[in-house]
Protein backbone atom coordinates (compact mmCIF):
# COMPACT_ATOMS: atom_id res chain seq x y z
CA UNK A 1 0.00 0.00 0.00
CA UNK A 2 2.72 2.34 1.04
CA UNK A 3 5.19 1.58 -2.26
CA UNK A 4 1.52 2.11 -4.27
CA UNK A 5 1.51 5.47 -2.79
CA UNK A 6 4.92 6.72 -3.19
CA UNK A 7 5.35 5.31 -6.66
CA UNK A 8 2.46 7.19 -7.81
CA UNK A 9 3.66 10.16 -5.97
CA UNK A 10 7.07 9.75 -7.89
CA UNK A 11 4.75 9.03 -11.44
CA UNK A 12 3.22 12.27 -10.33
CA UNK A 13 6.51 14.47 -9.98
CA UNK A 14 8.54 12.90 -13.00
CA UNK A 15 5.24 14.31 -15.04
CA UNK A 16 5.75 17.73 -13.82
CA UNK A 17 9.46 17.78 -14.18
CA UNK A 18 9.06 16.53 -17.67
CA UNK A 19 6.81 19.70 -18.39
CA UNK A 20 9.57 22.07 -16.62
CA UNK A 21 11.88 20.85 -18.90
CA UNK A 22 10.03 20.74 -22.28
CA UNK A 23 8.67 24.55 -21.64
CA UNK A 24 12.28 25.17 -21.08
CA UNK A 25 13.99 23.72 -24.04
CA UNK A 26 10.94 25.12 -26.60
CA UNK A 27 11.00 28.71 -23.96
CA UNK A 28 8.71 30.07 -27.05
CA UNK A 29 10.51 33.75 -28.44
CA UNK A 30 13.53 33.65 -27.02
CA UNK A 31 14.68 37.14 -28.47
CA UNK A 32 13.57 40.83 -27.47
CA UNK A 33 13.57 43.51 -30.19
CA UNK A 34 12.19 46.58 -28.47
CA UNK A 35 9.54 45.97 -26.32
CA UNK A 36 8.02 43.19 -28.46
CA UNK A 37 9.58 39.29 -28.07
CA UNK A 38 10.15 37.51 -31.42
CA UNK A 39 11.53 34.31 -32.49
CA UNK A 40 13.60 33.69 -35.26
CA UNK A 41 14.27 30.20 -38.15
CA UNK A 42 17.22 30.06 -40.36
CA UNK A 43 15.39 31.15 -43.65
CA UNK A 44 18.37 29.81 -45.74
CA UNK A 45 21.55 28.64 -45.74
CA UNK A 46 24.13 28.86 -47.94
CA UNK A 47 28.57 29.01 -48.40
CA UNK A 48 29.37 32.32 -48.41
CA UNK A 49 28.45 36.08 -47.11
CA UNK A 50 25.27 37.12 -47.49
CA UNK A 51 24.86 41.03 -47.74
CA UNK A 52 22.64 43.97 -49.04
CA UNK A 53 19.30 42.43 -48.24
CA UNK A 54 16.38 43.88 -49.06
CA UNK A 55 12.46 42.61 -49.42
CA UNK A 56 10.30 43.28 -52.59
CA UNK A 57 6.76 43.69 -50.00
CA UNK A 58 4.79 43.33 -53.44
CA UNK A 59 6.25 39.36 -53.82
CA UNK A 60 8.02 38.98 -50.15
CA UNK A 61 11.16 38.12 -52.96
CA UNK A 62 14.27 38.68 -50.73
CA UNK A 63 17.30 40.14 -52.12
CA UNK A 64 21.04 39.39 -51.34
CA UNK A 65 24.75 39.53 -52.51
CA UNK A 66 26.28 36.43 -52.05
CA UNK A 67 30.16 37.31 -51.06
CA UNK A 68 32.94 34.82 -51.57
CA UNK A 69 34.76 34.75 -48.76
CA UNK A 70 37.64 32.85 -49.88
CA UNK A 71 38.23 36.06 -52.41
CA UNK A 72 37.65 38.55 -49.86
CA UNK A 73 40.14 37.57 -47.89
CA UNK A 74 42.78 37.23 -50.78
CA UNK A 75 44.29 40.72 -51.19
CA UNK A 76 45.34 39.81 -54.82
CA UNK A 77 41.85 38.47 -55.96
CA UNK A 78 38.90 41.00 -56.63
CA UNK A 79 36.30 40.32 -54.17
CA UNK A 80 33.73 37.75 -56.08
CA UNK A 81 29.69 38.25 -55.38
CA UNK A 82 26.71 36.92 -56.88
CA UNK A 83 23.33 38.37 -56.94
CA UNK A 84 20.09 36.11 -55.62
CA UNK A 85 16.70 35.74 -54.91
CA UNK A 86 15.73 33.98 -52.32
CA UNK A 87 11.78 33.01 -53.29
CA UNK A 88 9.28 30.69 -51.55
CA UNK A 89 12.64 29.31 -49.64
CA UNK A 90 14.92 28.72 -52.81
CA UNK A 91 17.86 30.85 -53.62
CA UNK A 92 17.60 31.60 -57.75
CA UNK A 93 20.80 33.20 -58.99
CA UNK A 94 20.63 36.24 -61.45
CA UNK A 95 23.36 34.87 -63.72
CA UNK A 96 23.03 37.54 -66.47
CA UNK A 97 24.57 40.17 -64.68
CA UNK A 98 27.71 40.64 -62.52
CA UNK A 99 24.94 42.11 -59.58
CA UNK A 100 26.51 43.84 -56.68
CA UNK A 101 23.26 44.92 -54.79
CA UNK A 102 19.68 45.07 -55.30
CA UNK A 103 16.95 48.23 -54.97
CA UNK A 104 12.76 47.85 -54.53
CA UNK A 105 11.00 50.25 -56.47
CA UNK A 106 7.41 49.02 -54.42
CA UNK A 107 5.24 51.35 -55.98
CA UNK A 108 6.30 50.91 -59.76
CA UNK A 109 7.06 47.48 -58.76
CA UNK A 110 10.52 47.52 -60.09
CA UNK A 111 13.44 45.74 -59.07
CA UNK A 112 16.99 47.31 -59.87
CA UNK A 113 20.46 45.47 -59.57
CA UNK A 114 23.97 47.41 -59.34
CA UNK A 115 26.22 46.01 -61.13
CA UNK A 116 29.86 46.83 -62.28
CA UNK A 117 29.10 47.89 -65.74
CA UNK A 118 25.13 50.15 -64.71
CA UNK A 119 22.15 49.77 -63.49
CA UNK A 120 19.92 47.13 -64.67
CA UNK A 121 16.39 46.18 -64.27
CA UNK A 122 14.99 42.99 -63.36
CA UNK A 123 12.38 41.71 -66.05
CA UNK A 124 9.63 39.26 -65.43
CA UNK A 125 11.51 35.95 -65.85
CA UNK A 126 14.31 37.64 -63.52
CA UNK A 127 16.84 38.90 -65.76
CA UNK A 128 18.78 41.61 -65.60
CA UNK A 129 18.18 44.89 -67.87
CA UNK A 130 20.37 47.13 -68.61
CA UNK A 131 18.94 50.79 -67.85
CA UNK A 132 21.81 53.24 -67.55
CA UNK A 133 24.92 54.85 -66.16
CA UNK A 134 27.22 52.61 -68.50
CA UNK A 135 30.95 51.73 -67.47
CA UNK A 136 30.03 53.18 -63.26
CA UNK A 137 30.70 50.15 -60.94
CA UNK A 138 27.73 50.59 -58.91
CA UNK A 139 28.37 48.73 -55.44
CA UNK A 140 25.40 49.80 -52.86
CA UNK A 141 21.79 50.88 -54.20
CA UNK A 142 18.94 52.59 -51.38
CA UNK A 143 15.49 53.12 -52.59
CA UNK A 144 13.39 55.13 -50.55
CA UNK A 145 9.73 54.59 -51.25
CA UNK A 146 8.71 58.38 -51.30
CA UNK A 147 9.56 59.65 -54.14
CA UNK A 148 11.56 58.69 -58.32
CA UNK A 149 14.93 59.01 -56.71
CA UNK A 150 17.61 56.19 -56.42
CA UNK A 151 20.70 56.77 -54.75
CA UNK A 152 23.65 54.94 -55.94
CA UNK A 153 27.39 54.67 -54.37
CA UNK A 154 29.89 54.34 -57.07
CA UNK A 155 33.52 52.49 -56.58
CA UNK A 156 36.22 53.24 -55.98
CA UNK A 157 35.37 56.81 -54.20
CA UNK A 158 32.29 55.25 -53.15
CA UNK A 159 30.45 58.96 -53.91
CA UNK A 160 27.12 58.93 -53.66
CA UNK A 161 24.50 59.95 -56.12
CA UNK A 162 20.91 60.14 -56.82
CA UNK A 163 19.88 58.97 -59.95
CA UNK A 164 16.11 60.23 -60.88
CA UNK A 165 14.62 57.88 -62.77
CA UNK A 166 11.64 59.72 -64.61
CA UNK A 167 14.36 62.03 -66.01
CA UNK A 168 17.20 59.96 -65.73
CA UNK A 169 19.84 62.23 -64.15
CA UNK A 170 22.24 61.71 -61.96
CA UNK A 171 23.29 63.99 -58.94
CA UNK A 172 26.48 64.00 -56.46
CA UNK A 173 25.43 64.61 -53.12
CA UNK A 174 28.57 66.77 -52.21
CA UNK A 175 28.14 66.73 -48.43
CA UNK A 176 28.57 62.67 -47.99
CA UNK A 177 32.57 62.39 -48.92
CA UNK A 178 31.54 58.53 -49.22
CA UNK A 179 29.20 55.49 -47.90
CA UNK A 180 29.50 51.67 -47.66
CA UNK A 181 26.55 52.00 -45.86
CA UNK A 182 23.67 54.04 -46.41
CA UNK A 183 19.82 54.59 -45.69
CA UNK A 184 17.83 57.41 -46.33
CA UNK A 185 14.43 57.97 -44.48
CA UNK A 186 11.19 59.51 -46.00
CA UNK A 187 12.32 63.26 -44.55
CA UNK A 188 15.41 62.92 -46.94
CA UNK A 189 17.82 62.39 -43.94
CA UNK A 190 20.99 60.39 -44.93
CA UNK A 191 22.17 58.43 -42.80
CA UNK A 192 25.52 56.44 -43.62
CA UNK A 193 28.81 55.12 -42.84
CA UNK A 194 32.38 56.49 -44.25
CA UNK A 195 35.82 54.21 -44.01
CA UNK A 196 34.88 51.90 -40.97
CA UNK A 197 34.69 55.00 -38.76
CA UNK A 198 31.77 56.46 -37.53
CA UNK A 199 28.10 56.48 -37.96
CA UNK A 200 26.62 59.70 -39.55
CA UNK A 201 23.41 61.88 -40.61
CA UNK A 202 22.99 64.39 -42.86
CA UNK A 203 19.82 65.85 -42.25
CA UNK A 204 17.85 67.34 -45.37
CA UNK A 205 19.01 70.77 -46.32
CA UNK A 206 21.96 71.00 -44.01
CA UNK A 207 25.63 70.59 -45.14
CA UNK A 208 27.76 69.14 -42.29
CA UNK A 209 26.77 65.73 -41.26
CA UNK A 210 26.46 64.87 -37.63
CA UNK A 211 27.91 62.06 -35.65
CA UNK A 212 25.82 59.40 -33.69
CA UNK A 213 27.65 58.55 -30.18
CA UNK A 214 27.65 55.60 -28.39
CA UNK A 215 28.66 52.78 -31.28
CA UNK A 216 32.05 51.38 -30.87
CA UNK A 217 34.04 52.94 -34.23
CA UNK A 218 34.26 49.89 -37.32
CA UNK A 219 31.13 48.27 -35.37
CA UNK A 220 28.22 48.91 -38.01
CA UNK A 221 27.49 46.76 -40.53
CA UNK A 222 23.90 47.40 -42.68
CA UNK A 223 21.30 49.91 -42.35
CA UNK A 224 17.86 49.35 -43.59
CA UNK A 225 14.67 51.28 -42.70
CA UNK A 226 11.29 49.75 -41.19
CA UNK A 227 7.79 49.93 -42.11
CA UNK A 228 7.64 53.06 -39.80
CA UNK A 229 9.91 55.30 -41.61
CA UNK A 230 12.69 54.08 -38.87
CA UNK A 231 16.30 54.26 -39.81
CA UNK A 232 17.66 50.51 -38.31
CA UNK A 233 21.72 49.87 -37.86
CA UNK A 234 22.72 46.25 -37.72
CA UNK A 235 25.86 46.48 -35.94
CA UNK A 236 28.57 44.05 -34.70
CA UNK A 237 26.89 43.87 -31.00
CA UNK A 238 23.15 44.27 -32.02
CA UNK A 239 20.31 46.52 -33.41
CA UNK A 240 20.17 50.17 -33.37
CA UNK A 241 17.01 52.84 -33.95
CA UNK A 242 19.05 55.94 -35.65
CA UNK A 243 16.56 59.20 -35.01
CA UNK A 244 17.37 62.37 -36.89
CA UNK A 245 17.11 64.04 -33.61
CA UNK A 246 19.03 62.46 -31.42
CA UNK A 247 22.21 61.40 -31.07
CA UNK A 248 22.09 58.69 -29.24
CA UNK A 249 20.79 55.63 -30.83
CA UNK A 250 18.67 53.57 -28.96
CA UNK A 251 19.65 49.64 -28.49
CA UNK A 252 16.42 47.59 -29.87
CA UNK A 253 18.18 44.21 -30.05
CA UNK A 254 21.55 42.24 -28.73
CA UNK A 255 23.14 40.12 -30.96
CA UNK A 256 25.29 37.15 -30.55
CA UNK A 257 26.77 36.63 -33.99
CA UNK A 258 28.20 39.74 -36.67
CA UNK A 259 25.53 40.85 -38.84
CA UNK A 260 25.91 41.10 -42.65
CA UNK A 261 22.95 42.27 -43.94
CA UNK A 262 19.43 43.21 -42.69
CA UNK A 263 15.95 44.15 -43.77
CA UNK A 264 12.31 44.23 -43.03
CA UNK A 265 8.88 42.82 -44.19
CA UNK A 266 6.37 44.17 -42.92
CA UNK A 267 6.79 43.02 -38.94
CA UNK A 268 9.36 40.46 -39.86
CA UNK A 269 13.20 41.14 -39.41
CA UNK A 270 15.69 38.97 -41.92
CA UNK A 271 19.42 39.50 -40.46
CA UNK A 272 22.02 38.00 -42.49
CA UNK A 273 25.90 36.50 -40.55
CA UNK A 274 28.31 33.94 -42.23
CA UNK A 275 26.13 31.61 -44.07
CA UNK A 276 22.99 31.82 -43.26
CA UNK A 277 19.94 34.44 -43.47
CA UNK A 278 17.46 33.95 -40.31
CA UNK A 279 14.11 35.46 -39.91
CA UNK A 280 12.99 36.83 -36.70
CA UNK A 281 9.08 36.68 -35.95
CA UNK A 282 6.81 38.05 -33.74
CA UNK A 283 3.75 36.43 -35.22
CA UNK A 284 3.48 33.56 -32.78
CA UNK A 285 4.78 35.92 -29.60
CA UNK A 286 2.78 37.24 -26.56
C1 LIG B 1 13.92 39.22 -69.97
O1 LIG B 1 15.22 39.64 -70.34
C2 LIG B 1 15.97 38.70 -71.07
C3 LIG B 1 17.39 39.24 -71.22
O2 LIG B 1 17.39 40.53 -71.76
C4 LIG B 1 15.26 38.46 -72.41
O3 LIG B 1 15.99 37.50 -73.16
C5 LIG B 1 13.85 37.96 -72.13
O4 LIG B 1 13.14 37.83 -73.35
C6 LIG B 1 13.10 38.91 -71.22
N1 LIG B 1 11.83 38.32 -70.85
C7 LIG B 1 10.70 39.00 -70.85
C8 LIG B 1 9.48 38.27 -70.40
O5 LIG B 1 10.60 40.17 -71.22
Same mark, same amino acid.
Not at 222 to 240: C, E, F, P, S, T
Given at each position: ?? +??????????? /??? /? /??????????????????????????????????????????????????????????????????????????????????????? +???????????????????????????????????????????????????????????? /???????????????????? !???????????????????????????????????????????????????????????? !?????????????????????????????????????? !????
Amino acid at each position: MC +DILYFLEVKKM /LKY /L /LIIIATVASEPCPYTYGNQRYERIAVLTIKGLPTNLVVNPNTRDLFFTLIDIDSLHNDDEQTKMDQYVLRNGMPIKIDNVNGQAAAV +DAKNNKVYIASDDGLNVLNQTDRANFVSMKDEDIVLLFKPQHNDELYAVLYPENEVYTIN /LKKNEKNKIEDVPCAFILAV !DAQDNIYYECNTKYVKVLLKDFHEPIEFVGISKNSARAMAVDNNNRVILAANDGLYLLRP !DNLVPKKLMNLDFVPSGIAFDEDDIFLATNSVIYKYSA !DECE
